[in-house]
């Protein structure tokens, strides 16, 4: 999932010939989940309409400070505009439009809402090679990067004078990558490795059966994407499970058994910042397992059973630098039977799904108490479970920054 899913993009589209690409950079970032919303300067109408960018951005469009619906004018709110934006990239960027950033001119509705943006603010110029050379152009650059605004570099290559140099703007997937990764760098998760696992495992009992514990996956596959969101880098170790591979930016493995789970968890759990172990490991796997299928009326009357390792125990014990969290689901003695496993298992924190109205395991709801390792607790309100992540993560970060200050 991009860093740019679900954010409010506001594009900002000034009078230049590059202007025929805004509605591309538009459909890329609208099949990238963001929400996406255009300003014009009247001049910019000439190049690219209205009705264009409208059309493929699903909203209005706004080019005049008002509006004028069967002879009832009604004020185009700038300030809501740039507030509404997680985002503000204005694209192309003309020399005259620069020019007026950067001495704070304000004659059009696309310079009222970047002047009062507090958002990140990225600029893509396009001109042509001497006029962007210039070192007046140059200065205005300058003045812009100096009050925090993002601009982009020019591409190389013909320009609309015939000539051959700088001054193109960047093709939509170039400006696109720039913005992911400049707005990454601005979240709070950013360059932190995270490893999560979830899902069940399946210990073969022979080729088509196997024990397992009853986990959909969701919780962890939430806490997947809130941390990738957030800027994390992110391997998911997950078991088997029918949920969707919507899973761009997060490195996912897949395992069947509680073998293959403890491989691949020693394998990344060196290099790991934030450890997350909310996969519901089978408690008991098969002493022996059948090479062929085992028949009903073969007089197999009983299984004997062993227990699997205790993965998160083995993480506690070989931890360094790792802040480890775990889950636990109790149905009895609840708060003491988990604070009784964050110290037995050496945890920085665990997290309590309560069984209340509702089964957290196959629903898309969870309820949680949070416990850290000096055994505070914090308890939250039944969420989406998208929504208990969010939280999850907010008190890891919460605990983490408090370790970091002791």
């Given amino acids: 999932m991009s860093v740019l899913a679900q954010k409010n993009i506001l594009i900002g589209v000034s009078g230049g010939i590059a202007a025929y690409k805004i509605p591309l950079l538009i459909r890329k970032l609208i099949k990238l989940n ?25 909203n209005e469009v706004f080019s005049e400070f008002t509006t004028e619906k069967n002879s009832n004018p009604t004020w185009n709110n700038h300030v809501e505009l740039a507030d509404w934006a997680d985002i503000f990239i204005i694209a192309p960027a003309t020399s005259n439009t620069i020019s007026s950033m950067a001495n704070a001119r304000c004659d059009n509705l696309l310079l009222a809402c970047y002047l009062s943006s507090t958002c990140p603010v990225f600029v893509a110029p396009a001109m042509d090679l001497e006029m962007y050379k210039n070192t007046l152009n140059q200065k205005n650059i300058k003045k812009l990067i100096s009050n925090n605004t993002n601009v982009l570099p020019v591409g190389t290559g013909s320009l609309a004078s015939g000539l051959e140099g700088e001054g193109r703007m960047l093709e939509p997937d170039e400006i696109i990558e720039y913005v992911e990764n400049k707005y990454r760098e601005t979240l709070p998760l950013n360059s932190l490795n995270f490893l999560i ?53 997060i490195q996912c493995i897949r395992v069947q058994d509680s073998d293959e789970m ?37 007089g197999y009357d009983s299984i004997k059973l062993k227990p699997t390792l205790d993965i998160l125990k083995e993480l506690g014990k070989i931890k360094t630098s790792q802040f480890l969290v775990g889950f636990a689901l109790e149905t009895d003695n609840v708060i003491e039977n988990a604070k009784s496993k964050l110290k037995s298992k050496n945890l920085d924190a665990i997290v309590v799904n309560k069984i209340g109205d509702f089964n957290p395991i196959s629903s898309d709801y969870n309820q949680i108490d949070f416990i850290n390792s000096n055994l505070e607790i914090t308890s939250f309100e039944k969420k989406l479970k998208i929504d208990v992540s969010n939280d999850i993560i907010n008190k890891i970060i919460e605990n983490v920054n408090k370790a970091k200050n002791l």
């Fill in 34 to 58: 963001s929400n996406v919303k255009v300003v014009m300067t009247p001049s910019s109408k000439e190049f690219v309409t209205p009705l264009t960018l409208s059309t493929v951005s699903n």
């Fill in 262 to 298: 403890f491989s691949e968890t020693l394998n990344n759990f060196k290099d790991a910042d934030i450890v997350i172990f909310s996969a519901a490991i089978a408690d008991f796997k098969p002493k022996r397992v059948n090479n062929s299928k085992i028949k009903k009326d073969s």
């Fill in 197 to 249: 696992t979830a899902g069940p495992t399946h210990e073969k009992i022979d080729p088509v059966r196997y024990i397992g514990n009853s986990s959909s996956g969701k919780m962890g596959y939430s806490l997947a994407k809130i941390a990738s969101e957030q800027g994390a880098n992110v391997k998911l170790l997950l078991g088997p499970t029918n949920l969707p591979m919507d899973l761009s930016n």
